[in-house]
């Protein structure tokens, strides 16, 4: 099965800046994708390049196994780019009853279409008024709302919760698990880590227009962890020390005491050090593995590049 | 292009402003042609002191010919050419209007990322956009036109006695243009020049709003062309010797101009003083000629449309 989206050594410059510089996805279908990075990084132009409204420099993009420049492709595609754009003299109602009569529905079934999406993002009591005088909350949720007209394969979220207030967070993160749930591919780009945490399955960090990790969530996080190692004397924690160097794990300065060792890297297995240590009579007091958060792997793989 | 054409039609529907213009063009034009016509023949000439009988004679037949005359543009068929000469200004800024609003708004608002989400042939959905906004203009016209048809039959003005346009107006020392009769192809003439006009502003606005992206940038960069246009024609007209003498008459803004006033010339309307053929260098051009530079510059205009709106980045 092709990917739901694929892209090859991406490149955008605007004037002499590269906002995407060489980039490469691989978004599996029915994943939920987490695209982080700070601001001005480059996700929205990624975003813009891979549903076709900017064209690469360099690079191929394959979006369900089409071009993003395919009315067929993009049929099975919604998105939220940047902020919400509506008719403002128009109801929510009559802005995705347009959008559906754009998409080629016809007129009964593009109502129904409308219906349906507005329930979904709560804007159902509210269909028949003029956007103009929505908050910027409710214009976030209409926007999911034209997302989800189309009953979409994939969907791409560009800070999907941005203006919500904390229920609307809750509610609209209930979408998208929904929306995984019904095995559609969510690509979600936000800066909230917790959400990305909570919801993705695949995370890529995006930074200055290059990815500078990508994989499963889970990996990227074990990356992060650390196992604290607590010994009852100094003595016993610097035996420990030379022990682990010389067995090339990774010891990393802590300030918790000289009793506590910290050792991270990818060779992390509590018992494996048990056994090293206690090969050599040292018995540790206390042993803990920390989880890191994933904003902490956000901010270590974003402020060392 | 049908469901292209349709959410066009939910959105346009809502556009209080649009009406406006394409309903209110007709009723100015309506309002002007009223007012003109309840004040024709209404002169009076004032005689002060006892006159000689032969000179209250001339008197009067000047009042009668001076009556004749002014009644004459509210008569059928010349109606409908008074009434579009009414509307021209207000139809070219209508139509140029339009085209910003209804083209450049798609950007301030963000919009016309949806649309190249939704419907990612571009070409398609401008063509759309264009077909409407043609109709639009069109519409606007043929209100005016059918005033102007109609408005005789309603707003009836005395047209005294026609004889009296027969004297020759030189021996009581008056300027009238000898009034020469106005046929319907005369007066639709005239509709067409106003249609090229009206299409012509809105394709250039158009064009403008589309390259910078709104409908306040479009209708001000169009504004400055056709200021520099003009200053440069005057200047090339008043220097230029040689074939550089039929430079100007290329233009777009000189080109209109110089077709309206062909327009009524043909029409009967004019003898053509004070057009842009009595400036100095100006060089007269066949009127199929000049008809055709306008062809070339309208398709060239909105085949610029496309070009554009093909190659921007969508980065609202």
Same mark, same amino acid.
């Given at each position: 099965?092709?990917?739901?989206?694929?892209?090859?050594?991406?490149?955008?410059?605007?004037?002499?800046?590269?906002?995407?510089?060489?980039?490469?996805?691989?978004?599996?279908?029915?994943?939920?994708?987490?695209?982080?990075?700070?601001?001005?990084?480059?996700?929205?132009?990624?975003?813009?390049?891979?549903?076709?409204?900017?064209?690469?420099?360099?690079?191929?993009?394959?979006?369900?196994?089409?071009?993003?420049?395919?009315?067929?492709?993009?049929?099975?595609?919604?998105?939220?780019?940047?902020?919400?754009?509506?008719?403002?003299?128009?109801?929510?109602?009559?802005?995705?009853?347009?959008?559906?009569?754009?998409?080629?529905?016809?007129?009964?079934?593009?109502?129904?279409?409308?219906?349906?999406?507005?329930?979904?993002?709560?804007?159902?009591?509210?269909?028949?008024?003029?956007?103009?005088?929505?908050?910027?909350?409710?214009?976030?949720?209409?926007?999911?709302?034209?997302?989800?007209?189309?009953?979409?394969?994939?969907?791409?979220?560009?800070?999907?919760?941005?203006?919500?207030?904390?229920?609307?967070?809750?509610?609209?993160?209930?979408?998208?698990?929904?929306?995984?749930?019904?095995?559609?591919?969510?690509?979600?780009?936000?800066?909230?880590?917790?959400?990305?945490?909570?919801?993705?399955?695949?995370?890529?960090?995006?930074?200055?227009?290059?990815?500078?990790?990508?994989?499963?969530?889970?990996?990227?996080?074990?990356?992060?962890?650390?196992?604290?190692?607590?010994?009852?004397?100094?003595?016993?924690?610097?035996?420990?020390?030379?022990?682990?160097?010389?067995?090339?794990?990774?010891?990393?300065?802590?300030?918790?005491?000289?009793?506590?060792?910290?050792?991270?890297?990818?060779?992390?297995?509590?018992?494996?050090?048990?056994?090293?240590?206690?090969?050599?009579?040292?018995?540790?007091?206390?042993?803990?593995?920390?989880?890191?958060?994933?904003?902490?792997?956000?901010?270590?793989?974003?402020?060392?590049? | 292009?049908?469901?292209?054409?349709?959410?066009?039609?939910?959105?346009?529907?809502?556009?209080?402003?649009?009406?406006?213009?394409?309903?209110?063009?007709?009723?100015?034009?309506?309002?002007?042609?009223?007012?003109?016509?309840?004040?024709?023949?209404?002169?009076?000439?004032?005689?002060?002191?006892?006159?000689?009988?032969?000179?209250?004679?001339?008197?009067?037949?000047?009042?009668?010919?001076?009556?004749?005359?002014?009644?004459?543009?509210?008569?059928?068929?010349?109606?409908?050419?008074?009434?579009?000469?009414?509307?021209?200004?207000?139809?070219?800024?209508?139509?140029?209007?339009?085209?910003?609003?209804?083209?450049?708004?798609?950007?301030?608002?963000?919009?016309?990322?949806?649309?190249?989400?939704?419907?990612?042939?571009?070409?398609?959905? &401008?063509?759309? %956009? =264009?077909?409407? !906004? *043609?109709?639009?203009?069109? @519409? /606007?016209?043929?209100?005016?036109?059918?005033? $102007?048809?109609?408005?005789?039959?309603?707003?009836?003005?005395?047209?005294?006695?026609?004889?009296?346009?027969?004297?020759?107006?030189?021996?009581?020392?008056?300027?009238?243009?000898?009034?020469?009769?106005?046929?319907?192809?005369?007066?639709?003439?005239?509709?067409?020049?106003?249609?090229?006009?009206?299409?012509?502003?809105?394709?250039?606005?158009?064009?403008?709003?589309?390259?910078?992206?709104?409908?306040?940038?479009?209708?001000?960069?169009?504004?400055?062309?056709?200021?520099?246009?003009?200053?440069?024609?005057?200047?090339?007209?008043?220097?230029?010797?040689?074939?550089?003498?039929?430079?100007?008459?290329?233009? &777009?803004?000189? %080109? =209109?101009?110089? !077709? *309206?006033?062909?327009?009524? @010339? /043909?029409?009967?309307?004019?003898?053509?003083? $004070?057009?842009?053929?009595?400036?100095?260098?100006?060089?007269?051009?066949?009127?199929?000629?000049?008809?055709?530079?306008?062809?070339?510059?309208?398709?060239?205009?909105?085949?610029?449309?496309?070009?554009?709106?093909?190659?921007?980045?969508?980065?609202?």
């Amino acid at each position: 099965m092709t990917a739901a989206i694929e892209a090859r050594g991406l490149v955008r410059h605007f004037g002499s800046v590269p906002a995407v510089d060489g980039i490469d996805l691989y978004v599996p279908r029915g994943s939920v994708y987490g695209f982080l990075g700070p601001n001005g990084s480059g996700k929205t132009t990624t975003i813009r390049l891979l549903l076709g409204l900017l064209r690469p420099d360099r690079g191929s993009i394959s979006l369900l196994g089409g071009s993003p420049h395919d009315a067929s492709c993009l049929a099975q595609v919604g998105a939220i780019v940047e902020r919400p754009a509506f008719y403002p003299y128009l109801s929510a109602h009559e802005n995705l009853r347009l959008f559906a009569t754009m998409a080629r529905m016809p007129s009964a079934t593009g109502a129904a279409a409308a219906d349906r999406a507005l329930g979904v993002v709560g804007l159902s009591s509210v269909a028949r008024r003029k956007v103009d005088g929505f908050s910027t909350g409710m214009k976030q949720r209409l926007a999911m709302a034209l997302a989800l007209l189309r009953d979409p394969t994939l969907v791409i979220l560009d800070e999907p919760t941005n203006g919500l207030d904390p229920g609307g967070v809750v509610e609209v993160r209930g979408v998208i698990g929904e929306l995984a749930r019904s095995g559609r591919t969510v690509f979600l780009s936000t800066h909230v880590l917790t959400e990305v945490e909570q919801l993705c399955d695949r995370v890529a960090v995006l930074q200055r227009g290059r990815l500078v990790a990508e994989g499963l969530t889970r990996e990227l996080l074990e990356r992060g962890q650390r196992l604290a190692i607590t010994f009852d004397t100094e003595e016993e924690a610097g035996g420990a020390a030379r022990v682990l160097s010389e067995a090339g794990f990774a010891l990393e300065a802590e300030d918790e005491g000289e009793t506590t060792l910290l050792v991270g890297g990818d060779r992390l297995g509590s018992s494996a050090v048990c056994r090293l240590l206690a090969g050599q009579g040292l018995y540790p007091a206390e042993l803990v593995v920390r989880r890191a958060s994933l904003e902490s792997v956000f901010l270590e793989l974003t402020e060392g590049v | 292009m049908g469901y292209l054409l349709r959410a066009d039609w939910l959105r346009i529907r809502r556009r209080w402003d649009v009406w406006i213009i394409v309903l209110g063009i007709p009723a100015l034009g309506l309002l002007a042609y009223v007012t003109g016509a309840m004040s024709a023949g209404n002169n009076q000439i004032q005689i002060s002191g006892d006159v000689p009988p032969e000179f209250q004679l001339q008197i009067a037949a000047q009042a009668a010919a001076q009556k004749a005359f002014q009644a004459l543009p509210y008569q059928f068929p010349r109606s409908i050419a008074t009434m579009v000469e009414g509307t021209t200004m207000w139809l070219l800024l209508g139509a140029a209007y339009l085209a910003a609003s209804l083209l450049g708004n798609e950007f301030s608002w963000g919009t016309i990322r949806n649309v190249a989400l939704f419907q990612p042939g571009r070409l398609r959905y &401008l063509g759309a %956009r =264009l077909t409407w !906004l *043609v109709a639009l203009v069109l @519409v /606007a016209i043929v209100a005016v036109t059918a005033l $102007g048809a109609i408005a005789p039959a309603i707003i009836r003005v005395d047209p005294g006695d026609p004889s009296a346009l027969a004297q020759d107006p030189s021996s009581f020392g008056m300027q009238f243009v000898p009034p020469a009769p106005v046929t319907i192809g005369g007066a639709l003439i005239v509709v067409g020049s106003l249609l090229c006009v009206a299409l012509a502003g809105m394709a250039l606005v158009g064009l403008a709003a589309l390259k910078f992206r709104s409908a306040a940038s479009g209708i001000l960069v169009a504004g400055i062309y056709v200021v520099v246009e003009g200053i440069a024609a005057a200047l090339v007209m008043s220097r230029a010797t040689g074939d550089l003498r039929y430079l100007p008459q290329l233009g &777009l803004t000189m %080109r =209109l101009s110089g !077709l *309206v006033q062909d327009a009524q @010339v /043909a029409a009967g309307l004019s003898s053509g003083a $004070g057009n842009p053929a009595s400036s100095p260098g100006w060089v007269a051009l066949p009127p199929l000629v000049g008809a055709a530079i306008i062809a070339v510059w309208l398709c060239g205009l909105l085949g610029l449309w496309f070009v554009v709106l093909r190659r921007a980045d969508i980065a609202e």
